[in-house]
């Protein structure tokens, strides 16, 4: 029994929405905070100290190593041609 091969619909292009997510910055819920109560106590008020303190201390921790990038997307542009069995671009 030979089975067929499964083509696919014509496609100008396979790619993944947004393979790579960029992170939110741990320091931005600090920061809003430090905002928050400046807008409600005033700037240079003493009970903004704590929340100040840890937003430097936020700001002073080093960046996490960057992570490899997702590969997806290069590897569909390989295969394309051989998925739509060599058809020319127009």
Request: glycine share 4%; hydrophobic share 35%; with cysteine.
């Amino acid at each position: 029994m030979v089975h067929k091969p499964i083509r696919l619909p014509p496609l100008k292009k396979l790619k993944v929405r947004q393979p790579n997510k960029a992170e939110e910055n741990p320091c931005i819920a600090v920061m809003s905070s430090v905002l928050a109560c400046w807008a409600s106590a005033g700037y240079n008020s003493a009970g903004c100290a704590t929340v100040e303190n840890a937003l430097r201390a936020c700001m002073d921790t080093p960046k996490p190593a960057p992570k490899a990038s997702n590969t997806i997307n290069y590897h569909l542009q390989r295969f394309h041609e051989r998925l739509t069995q060599g058809k020319r671009k127009k």
